[in-house]
T-cell receptor, first 113, second 115 residues
Framework: DADVTQTPRNRITKTGKRIMLECSQTKGHDRMYWYRQDPGLGLRLIYY???????NKGEISDGYSVSRQAQAKFSLSLESAIPNQTALYFC????????????FGPGTRLTVL | AQSVTQLGSHVSVSEGALVLLRCNYS??????LFWYVQYPNQGLQLLLK??????LVKGINGFEAEFKKSETSFHLTKPSAHMSDAAEYFCAVSSPNNAGNMLTFGGGTRLMVKP
């Protein structure tokens, strides 16, 4: 079984709808991250969490919110989706040391019409 | 602030040829440097990383990279390309000083391998 899972893998929605993307991990890591990937821009950080009570904004948090329900679960919400939020979204986890590897989920492809 | 520049959004090589993917970074402190690979419809997978010690780092699938502080570079190489190397490659930088020890990614380089 995969260490980092994301649901759904693909989602098509309409402008103005609320969307939740979910991430679960079995690696036991404290730190979890949400990124979006756009062609030519690489991955940009949306939010990150050190533990259940510690959530921080990343580079591009506007229009997004997150919830850390447990050490293993970190959800990303789009309260009112807009077309320029169409992207590939990745969840990642890491133990905590800056030189440690981040482990990525398979991604969620979101299309907002 | 830290940043990463990957020269060339697309690189095409013939099977068996040398692969060279370029990465330059900026960081106010000694960086940690990473190369990740993304195969179609998959997440990112670590190829190799530099944290401390030997500046020539060997990774999976025959890839290696050399940290050159004077040139602020961390170029990725492989002596002989294989068809299975076709993927997108991302260089990333982190440091112990930034909040959250965040990774900052370059824009990515798509490697195409011709038969």
């Amino acid at each position: 079984d995969a260490d980092v899972t994301q649901t759904p893998r693909n989602r098509i929605t309409k402008t103005g709808k609320r969307i939740m993307l979910e991430c679960s991990q079995t690696k036991g890591h404290d730190r979890m991250y949400w990124y979006r990937q756009d062609p030519g821009l690489g991955l940009r950080l949306i939010y990150y969490s050190f533990d259940v009570k510690d959530i921080n904004k990343g580079e591009i948090s506007d229009g997004y919110s997150v919830s850390r329900q447990a050490q293993a679960k970190f959800s990303l919400s789009l309260e009112s989706a807009i077309p320029n939020q169409t992207a590939l979204y990745f969840c990642a986890t890491r133990i905590g040391y800056a030189g440690d590897t981040q482990y990525f989920g398979p991604g969620t492809r979101l299309t907002v019409l | 602030a830290q940043s990463v520049t990957q020269l060339g959004s697309h690189v095409s090589v013939s099977e068996g040829a040398l692969v060279l993917l370029r990465c330059n970074y900026s960081s106010s402190v000694p960086p940690y440097l990473f190369w990740y690979v993304q195969y179609p419809n998959q997440g990112l997978q670590l190829l190799l990383k530099y944290t401390t010690g030997a500046t020539l780092v060997k990774g999976i699938n025959g890839f290696e990279a050399e940290f050159k502080k004077s040139e602020t570079s961390f170029h990725l190489t492989k002596p002989s390309a294989h068809m299975s190397d076709a993927a997108e490659y991302f260089c990333a930088v982190s440091s112990p000083n930034n909040a959250g020890n965040m990774l900052t990614f370059g824009g990515g380089t798509r490697l195409m391998v011709k038969p």
